[in-house]
């Protein structure tokens, strides 16, 4: 789902129904919790990656323009993987992936790779195309590129394996996170 700033949430979701595995944040919950779901999902936003860098010229922008368009760009990301993944859950795909997990002809694993592939990876494309968009500040050519990287390899270890960052994002999401705080961007 798009946002007003067109972006799509970087985040994670957990299997769609039965059990929550025993190594997810939810470990013991029985049944479809979607608040425990969206909770999940925020707490994956906390730490999503939001870009990667292409060797394009940017045009320039101020720091804070930068920070506070790229804020706005990761809650608006993380909004839209809520409002998606709440979609999915409740539409007939969401419903048929539930159903045959339930069922045993999908693994846990293979449900939550389906979120993954549906939600979250391309959440993380479109928003790293928006923050290549953004522009560079100047003199921070080194870090925002570290940073697009970073957020790169996040969308490019999601992509490699979706049912990791449905259950736990770590790998997709930790360093990207990490080094958008660290530059000042919030919600990333």
């Keep these: 789902m798009r946002s007003s700033t067109g972006s799509i949430a970087c985040q994670k ?67 839209g993987i809520r409002s998606d993944f709440e979609a999915f859950t409740k539409g007939s795909e969401g419903r048929k992936v539930a159903r045959a997990e339930k069922a045993g002809e999908l693994t846990p694993e293979e449900a939550a790779a389906r979120v993954g592939e549906e939600i979250i990876v391309p959440a993380m494309r479109q928003e790293l195309e928006e923050f290549r968009a953004l522009g560079v500040p100047p003199g921070d050519d080194d870090r925002v590129a570290a940073l697009l990287e970073a957020f790169a390899e996040g969308a490019e270890a999601a992509e490699a394996h979706p049912e990791e960052a449905a259950a736990n994002g770590t790998e997709a999401f930790g360093r990207s996170g990490r080094v958008a705080s660290a530059y000042g961007l919030e919600g990333c």
């Design 13 to 79: 979701g957990p299997r769609l129904g039965g059990a929550v595995p025993s190594n997810s944040p939810g470990a013991g919950l029985r049944g479809r919790s979607i608040a425990f779901l969206l909770s999940v999902l925020a707490a994956a936003s906390a730490v999503a990656g939001c870009g990667g860098a292409d060797g394009r010229e940017s045009p320039a922008i101020s720091k804070a323009a930068f920070t506070k368009q790229g804020s706005a760009i990761c809650e608006a990301t993380r909004r």
